[in-house]
């Protein structure tokens, strides 16, 4: 390559800057087809339908996050019930006990025992 | 498609539709949006027309980016026309808070992908050097020649380099976007660009020398 040359050759970018000289006949014919097939499509479908259609998935998102988070929820309402459940199976196993020995206690003594004073006395 | 522009409330059609009607609140200068984004607006308000302008003015960056990427112009020809068909259909996503030049590349990189994908390893095709703006229109058949091995060698250079340097390093080289929108096009950060730059020359100067 001579001086003339507007290509430094040791340089590849420089290469690289200079592309196509210009597009072919070809490729310009087949641009208007394409334009002409667009005409007949359908316009992109703008931006407000895409944002209702999530519009549309909100109450659904929301009630789903409801039913995961609210105390009815299978994973929320497991725990604390269960505790409260087998506490009061003891409460009542215990009184089924004591009420069997009741009629064993003086009339004065039952009185004692189902009458108990809120503020106990003090034992000191 | 078009909106009507007044009988919605201000609030409502800045939440409907921003980037199909120019709201007034958000882009103060509506005048000053550069053309490539009035011609967006247009074509996601249904006028397919105004994807003239836009092929006119990214027609050539698009097919040489495609055509050295590639190594074939008949293939860099079917994917700028399919990367013109993309920009049509997404043109009601297209958010202006995205520069376009980066936008059209971020699409022409997925389609370049999805090329490379596809299809096999083929040998490059260099086009004729009188196609090559590179070449002086009185260059001497000496100098065509020249330019024609010169063409062929960088080709192939190219093709044997990762496709995100070799991206990155055809679209620095091209001049058309800013260092930081080809990090939007290629997903990567300023940083991470510069390396990827950095090595992609240095591969390229050794196959290029080599091939010298």
Not at chain 1, 63 to 78: D, E, F, I, K, V
Not at chain 2, 134 to 145: H, Y
Not at chain 2, 179 to 201: D, M, Q
């Amino acid at each position: 390559m001579n001086d003339s040359s507007p290509t430094p050759p040791d340089d590849p970018e420089a290469f690289l800057r200079n592309g196509l000289r210009d597009t072919t006949p070809e490729f310009e014919r087949r641009w208007t087809a394409l334009k002409r097939q667009l005409r007949t499509e359908p316009a992109p479908r703008p931006a407000p339908l895409r944002r209702w259609w999530w519009a549309m998935l909100v109450p659904p998102g929301l009630a789903a996050t409801w039913l995961l988070l609210s105390p009815l929820a299978p994973g929320t309402r497991s725990a604390a019930p269960a505790a409260d459940l087998a506490a009061f199976t003891d409460l009542l196993t215990l009184d089924a006990e004591l009420r069997a020995a009741l009629p064993l206690a003086d009339r004065e003594a039952v009185d004692d025992l189902l009458v108990i004073p809120a503020e106990p006395a003090d034992q000191s | 498609m078009t909106i009507g522009p007044v009988a919605l409330p201000a609030w409502l059609r800045l939440w409907l539709a921003p980037s199909v009607i120019t709201p007034s609140r958000e882009q103060p200068a509506a005048t000053a949006l550069d053309a490539d984004h009035a011609c967006l607006r247009r074509i996601a308000a249904g006028d397919p027309d105004a994807l003239q302008p836009l092929f006119d003015r990214w027609k050539l960056p698009l097919l040489n980016f495609f055509y050295r990427a590639l190594g074939s112009r008949a293939d860099a020809e079917d994917l700028a026309l399919q990367t013109f068909h993309r920009v049509y259909r997404a043109a009601a996503r297209y958010r202006p808070e995205t520069k376009f030049s980066a936008w059209l590349f971020t699409i022409a990189r997925r389609e370049l992908l999805h090329e490379l994908r596809r299809r096999r390893r083929k040998p490059v095709e260099p086009v004729p050097p009188e196609d090559l703006a590179t070449l002086a229109t009185d260059a001497s058949p000496d100098e065509r020649r020249r330019a024609a091995e010169l063409e062929e060698h960088l080709l192939a250079a190219l093709q044997q380099l990762p496709e995100r340097q070799r991206s990155a390093l055809l679209l620095t080289a091209a001049g058309e976007l800013s260092p930081a929108e080809i990090a939007t096009a290629l997903g990567v950060s300023a940083g991470n660009l510069h390396v990827i730059l950095h090595r992609a020359r240095q591969t390229m100067r050794t196959l290029f020398s080599s091939h010298r």
